[in-house]
């Protein structure tokens, strides 16, 4: 009782008194305070926060990416799937595989390339967004293609039967999928870390004393996120299906009324989620130069971290908190070990469904 | 995925269950009520444990261990990881079975109790502070309740789905932190501690080698030299049927954990069947209604969270200490939980006895049968060298057999089937095989009916 | 521990009760209750106010999202008696219950039980207080056995600590009690002939005996005052009569009762006073007799009054001996009912007599068991609402039925959806119809206000331009002022060929308004007739306010 009084109280008074926006703005300005000391002492070059800004804005774009598909299926579906990591998984694999086709038909054996196996040369195989643009364009469609293919199915066999239940059954038949899913991935592809590309000429762009090199894949992969972004925004906007998608999500009963189908909708959820999540998965792989069947795996609870924060099941949401995560947890190496970054993240996410589940855009549920 | 195979194994499971329970008479025949009910429930049991060490000694022969001690080993550790699970499962019943709080920081927790004990127990000059062993149990155990009861706190006004996301997230911190450079030494008012880091850490010698050796600290070669009045006949009688020191302490130490583990039933069969098991379930069931009833909801469901947490990190801290204990942060990694959830549901959650059921099955057909058929294929037919990549291996018979039963892909295979079987119960029977049976929470028998009542009426 | 009370101040009368409420108190101050009552805390020098005052609420105010279901109401329970909170759907008595027990935090206003202050307190705390709650809808634990839910409702058990669940030393203690208890659960079943189902899952009760459960669970609590929500609902005359008798049995006890039930006989006849709620006020207070010679408690039933009539067409929606319900729950039986090409058809009836599962049904949202559904000679039960629609057959629920998050023009879009192509020129139509919606086009439907979104809720159902639209209680939840223009809008659509099958709660103004009426009681047809003829029907009358 008294113990219960007294976390209540906490919790209340924390909201009450809003005290959660005045902690953060108080942490941010400190932030500000010691990182503009830092620069201006000279402790911290500009190039190298500049190298953290931009490498955090590339890997926020990314978990951005991949969180869309995840606040669809959960704002349509009403569950978290813990299989959506895998489905970043499958799809770089799937696209990489493509990718490793085309550029290498020929030249190597082709149960080579289709497996991505770590025996194939990279430094031979040569892929790279400017030597072998075709070959980045075939992997970026296969990996949409299939991904969405892979999702359809999956909700064909796992969830579609299990429509109407609990969320919490379909949280666990969907750690179940996560679970066949990556090992089967493990038993196709084998489980070594490969390498994928070859390095392309950096950008020098001038900071400061020094400067940060922008790479052409890093570049690819905010251009493409940021596209796609877009893509979606058009597409629940501006179409009917995309419309109907928010109309679910915003009240699901009344869409049964009103005569959506929703069947329809949700396979129209599943396939532009898994569309988004494959290329997310492919551009990940071809920014870091190299994947493993459990790279998806590992970022799912920081796509989820996104996510949460941007208020679980809305779109933008997921963008915002991507990049806010992104931004933040590269930036905060100035502070952390770098191993350490990951439990920051963890732990904003926690403070975040702790203090204000509804995240930080206050939870407007329209995808 | 067809599940038909998988329908026929769990059907013909809950048949001989429901033929075992049929020998022993039915629940509740006449008289006696509960108690004759858990007998035969404790009788499904042995009866279950029976047949798979059955199966699992023709098994083990076809697999080529045929010497006493070979297949003594293999049963040992195949009962160890059965009690281990278990007992996770009991512990995990009592938040998500009995009080719907799903807990998906198992890993964490048991981490936390494992790597506190370490910190406590392990000798001054080494990682630890040099404290008796029970007294870093204790620690262990407290910790992990505690910081249950502080996770649980805030988390437990949360959806079900967000305590999941919490606890998960919660577990990986607790795993990072270990594994991160600050904490794998570090020193505190000239006290140096330390996790390990990434690499394992060998954990303080276990109270069964205390036991068995005098002088347990010391290599196992020079231990045995010197065993204590309880070693010395047990090692003689070990001797006597060509059992190693070793497998000796170890048969020890699981059948220590046997008595452990009936204590942690007993246990949870007394909370589970009380008025406090009994608002957990009205929880789990429709919390409005339990708070209506002026019922405090969070002061049951924190008590349940914290305890379970406790539990599970006693379970972790017993798993890891097995004889000649060390452990690693790899350990404690999510699939850890999740093979917990597979073994809870398996065997029903909501019910004690369900979930014994499920740990058992779940490491005996699940865990370990995968590579004991791997062996016997191995040792009957002779496993063809694997091919190096999936095609080679698609080309015949032999080559695929060779590739699916590698040591790497046999695991994987493993977890696929885990996935699909987790999916075919949540699809198909939630309730597990020992689900949707009623284990009345109450100290009583509740359908016994008083006398007196009828008359008045 | 409740003797410094100020029963006086508390219990003035709101404004709009006037003559009939205050001289309850004079010849009836529940004389049975004092003295039964422990009435030793109670000074006698309290004033003319004899009564003691148990639950006193004072101008409780809750809205949700702009519409407000209570607003301002005060009324007093006194101690010993079994007083009757009534009122027409939608007058906002669940969710006074809710704000009452804790359910729901008020927006304004202070509910004190017992000398205490219980507003925003959690609900347990104010169960643990002596005032506990049924539910309307029963709300069982499925997975428990029946005796396990009733072994539950005992307050303090020794067993619910942990420690003296667990330890050998203290369960002895525990067992001691479970004993005792068991035999009251025994006994509290026998009352309520549940005792042969002791050991079944409380799941596979049917509705009847899930009320009768939860019942008893209230009972084993030992509360000082019950709040029923509709406990009547799906008991039958037998057991209705038992479970009457115990109320009286455990007033005379000193209990305390606040009964919300829509049976009016019951109402009438057992409860004393009566408290009359309407729109989210409370309209009149006192005795049955004084209330139901109200004029203003039988308008707010009714609603207003003046006779009209129309003509009636082909038979377009042939309803014959329909059985539904929900799950296992069984609603309506033996539903016959026509709605004529063109034609404008009510259903009214009393609070919980089926009227809006009759459309649900018809629309396949709720479970069909038995009978025939036929529209344009076309059988169509068992297909789904996205199949129903394209048949010319549309409905707008009675709450939630716009999407808040898209705009007016995408709300109307999805009305439209099954079609390929937007129906540009019926879209302009409805923009005719209703031209605010042409103004708001671009703005996300939640900011409408109420009557704005029961217009956007009709145009995206008339998107499709159906031949039969059914309405169910278009002026639920409205400010009075718009009760009449919602209507007014509903005879326009009529008027331009849509046949319309409407439920509505104010039940005058729609038999006023339509060609003919049904009406509903106990989920089965009891009269129909032309509108005005049943307005003039002393019967219907009477089912709505008791015999």
């Known amino acids: 009782m008294a113990v219960r009084d007294a976390s209540e109280g906490l919790l209340s008074s924390v909201r009450r008194l809003r005290l959660l926006p005045v902690v953060l703005l108080l942490l941010g300005l400190l932030s500000i305070v010691d990182l503009g000391r830092r620069l201006a002492t000279g402790e911290l070059p500009v190039s190298t926060f500049a190298t953290f800004l931009w490498d955090g804005v590339v890997f926020g774009m990314a978990v951005g990416l991949a969180g869309i598909g995840l606040a669809m299926t959960y704002s349509i579906l009403q569950f978290a799937n813990f299989a959506h990591g895998d489905y970043i998984t499958a799809g770089a694999f799937t696209g990489w595989l493509a990718a490793f086709v085309v550029a290498g038909i020929g030249s190597f054996g082709l149960d080579a390339l289709v497996l991505v196996s770590d025996t194939v040369p990279t430094g031979e195989l040569g892929i790279n967004v400017l030597a072998t643009p075709v070959a980045i364009l075939v992997g970026l469609v296969v990996a949409s293609v299939t991904t969405a293919g892979l999702a359809l199915a999956l909700d064909r066999v796992v969830f579609r039967p299990m429509r109407g239940a609990r969320g919490v059954a379909l949280l666990i038949a969907s750690v179940g999928v996560a679970l066949a899913l990556r090992h089967a991935l493990i038993i196709l592809f084998t489980g070594s870390t490969r390498s994928l590309t070859t390095d392309v000429p950096n950008q020098e762009v001038a900071v400061g004393q020094g400067g940060i090199s922008i790479g052409a894949h890093e570049v690819t992969l905010v251009v493409i996120a940021a596209l796609l972004m877009l893509g979606t925004h058009l597409l629940l906007r501006r179409t009917k299906l995309g419309t109907a998608m928010r109309a679910m999500a915003d009240n699901r009963n009344l869409a049964l009324v009103t005569g959506i189908p929703t069947e329809q909708v949700i396979r129209t959820t599943w396939l532009a989620g898994g569309a988004l999540t494959g290329v997310a998965g492919f551009l990940i792989a071809l920014e870091g130069g190299s994947m493993d069947p459990t790279f998806g795996w590992d970022l799912l609870l920081l796509v989820f971290s996104a996510v949460i924060l941007g208020g679980i099941g809305s779109v933008y949401g997921a963008i915002v908190g991507g990049i806010v995560i992104g931004i933040t947890s590269r930036l905060s190496q100035i502070w952390l070990p770098s191993e350490l970054v990951l439990v920051g993240a963890f732990g904003v996410l926690v403070f975040m469904l702790l203090v204000r589940p509804q995240g930080l855009l206050g939870g407007v549920k329209t995808v | 995925m067809t599940p038909a195979p998988l329908e026929r194994l769990l059907t013909a499971l809950r048949t001989r269950l429901d033929a075992v329970r049929g020998l022993v008479g039915n629940r509740r025949v006449t008289d006696g009520g509960t108690v004759r009910s858990r007998a035969s429930d404790l009788q499904v049991v042995a009866g279950l444990v029976l047949g798979l060490y059955v199966l699992f000694l023709v098994l083990s022969w076809f697999g080529g261990f045929q010497d006493a001690e070979a297949l003594t080993s293999r049963l040992q550790s195949v009962t160890l990881l059965a009690l281990v699970y278990v007992m996770l499962a009991l512990a995990l019943n009592l938040q998500w079975g009995y009080a719907g709080l799903l807990n998906l920081g198992v890993a964490g927790f048991a981490a936390v109790g494992v790597y506190t004990m370490a910190l406590l127990s392990l000798p001054a000059e080494g990682l630890g502070l040099g404290l008796p062993l029970p007294v870093g149990m204790l620690g262990g155990f407290l910790a992990a309740t505690l910081l249950g009861a502080l996770a649980a706190l805030p988390a437990i006004r949360l959806r079900a789905d967000y305590l999941a996301i919490v606890t998960l997230a919660f577990s990986e911190i607790i795993r990072l932190l270990i594994r991160s450079r600050p904490a794998t030494e570090f020193t505190i008012a000239g006290q140096t501690l330390g996790t390990g880091g990434t690499s394992s850490l060998d954990l303080p010698s276990n109270p069964v080698k205390r036991l068995l050796y005098q002088n347990p600290d010391q290599g196992a070669f020079i231990a045995v030299e010197n065993p204590t009045v309880i070693g010395d006949p047990l090692f003689t009688a070990g001797e006597a049927v060509g059992f190693g020191p070793s497998l000796v302490e170890r048969v020890v130490y699981t059948v220590i954990l046997l008595f452990v583990a009936l204590l942690f039933y007993w246990l949870l069969v007394r909370v589970g069947n009380s008025p406090f098991g009994r608002v957990l379930k009205a929880i789990r069931e429709d919390e409005l209604v339990a708070s209506s009833l002026g019922k405090d909801t969070r002061r049951f469901k924190i008590i349940a969270f914290a305890v379970g947490c406790g539990l599970i990190a006693l379970t972790g801290m017993l798993w890891q200490m097995r004889a000649g204990g060390s452990t690693a942060p790899a350990t404690f990694e999510p699939e850890l939980t999740f093979f917990v959830f597979v073994a809870l549901i398996l065997g029903g959650s909501g019910s004690n006895t369900g979930s014994v059921v499920g740990g058992i099955v779940f490491v005996a057909l699940l865990l370990e049968a995968p590579s004991f058929i791997q062996r016997i294929v191995d040792t009957q037919f002779g496993v063809p060298s694997p091919p190096d990549t999936l095609f080679d291996a698609l080309t015949g018979v032999d080559p695929f057999l060779g590739y699916m039963f590698a040591d790497d892909n046999i695991s994987a295979l493993r977890f696929v089937v885990l996935g699909i079987v987790l999916v075919y119960l949540m699809q198909n029977r939630p309730e597990g095989l020992f689900g949707g049976r009623t284990e009345e929470a109450s100290t009583v028998d509740l359908s016994e009916r008083p006398d007196s009542t009828e008359a008045e009426s | 521990m409740s003797n410094d009370r100020h029963t006086a101040e508390v219990s003035e009368p709101t404004a709009d009760s006037a003559d009939g409420t205050v001289d309850r108190r004079s010849d009836e ?519």
């Open chain 3, 29 to 547: 101050t529940g004389e049975q209750a004092i003295g039964v009552d422990t009435d030793s805390g109670r000074p006698a020098t309290d004033g003319p106010d004899t009564a003691e005052t148990i639950l006193a609420v004072e101008g409780l105010e809750k809205s949700f999202g702009g519409i407000t279901a209570v607003d301002g109401v005060s009324f007093d329970v006194e101690r010993g008696t079994i007083t009757g909170l009534i009122g027409p759907n939608g007058a906002g008595k669940s969710t006074t219950f809710n704000l009452v027990t804790g359910v729901n935090a008020p927006d304004a206003g202070v509910v004190r039980f017992d000398g205490t202050d219980i507003t925003g307190w959690q609900p347990d705390e104010i169960a643990r207080r002596g005032l506990v709650r049924s539910f309307q809808i029963a709300r069982e634990l499925e997975g428990m056995t029946v005796i396990e839910n009733v072994m539950l409702a005992p307050p303090d058990q020794v067993g619910e600590r942990f420690w003296s669940a667990v330890l050998p030393g203290l369960r002895g203690q525990v067992t001691q009690q479970e004993k005792q208890l068991r035999e009251r659960a025994w006994e509290t079943l026998e009352f309520f002939e549940l005792d042969h189902l002791a050991d079944e899952q409380a799941g596979s009760l049917s509705g009847g005996q899930r009320k009768l459960l939860e019942m008893a669970r209230v009972l084993m609590t030992d509360p000082e005052m019950i709040l029923l929500d509709e406990p009547m609902a799906g008991v039958n005359p037998t057991l209705e009569e038992k479970l009457l008798d115990r109320l009286h049995e455990l007033q005379e006890r000193g209990y305390t009762f606040l009964f919300v039930e829509h049976d009016m006989d019951v109402v009438m006849n057992h409860c004393d006073p009566v408290v009359v709620l309407h729109q989210g006020q409370v309209l009149a207070e006192g005795d049955p007799a004084t209330v139901r010679n109200d004029e203003r408690v039988l308008e707010a039933y009714l609603g207003g009054r003046g006779p009209m009539s129309r003509s009636q067409g082909e038979s377009l929606l042939t309803v014959r001996g329909l059985d539904a319900g929900y799950g296992s729950l069984q609603v309506l039986s033996d539903i016959d009912l026509d709605v004529g090409t063109g034609e404008y058809v009510t259903i009214v009836g009393p609070n919980g007599a089926g009227k809006s599962t009759v459309m649900r049904t018809v629309f396949g949202l709720a479970d069909y068991m038995d009978g025939e559904i036929q529209f344009d000679d076309e059988t169509i039960h068992g297909l789904r609402p996205d199949q129903i629609i394209t048949r010319g057959l549309n409905y707008v629920p009675q709450s939630d039925n716009v999407f808040a998050g898209l705009t007016v023009r995408e709300n109307l879009e999805m009305g439209a959806y099954i079609l390929d192509e937007l129906p540009e020129k019926r879209l302009e139509s409805i923009y005719d119809r209703f031209p605010i919606l042409r103004e708001r086009a671009g703005q996300p439907a939640g900011s409408l206000s109420g009557g704005q979104q029961q217009m956007l809720a009709m145009g995206r159902a008339l998107m499709l331009d159906p031949e039969l639209l059914l309405l169910d209680e278009p002026s639920a939840g409205l400010a009075p002022d718009l009760v009449e223009e919602t209507l007014d809008r509903v005879d326009r659509i009529n008027d331009a060929g849509t046949a319309i099958l409407m439920v509505e709660q104010n039940a005058t103004e729609a038999l006023r308004r339509c060609d003919r009426g049904y009406v509903l009681v106990d989920g089965r047809n009891r009269y129909e007739d032309a509108g005005d003829t049943l307005l003039e029907d002393q019967q219907v009358r009477e089912q709505f306010l008791g015999g």
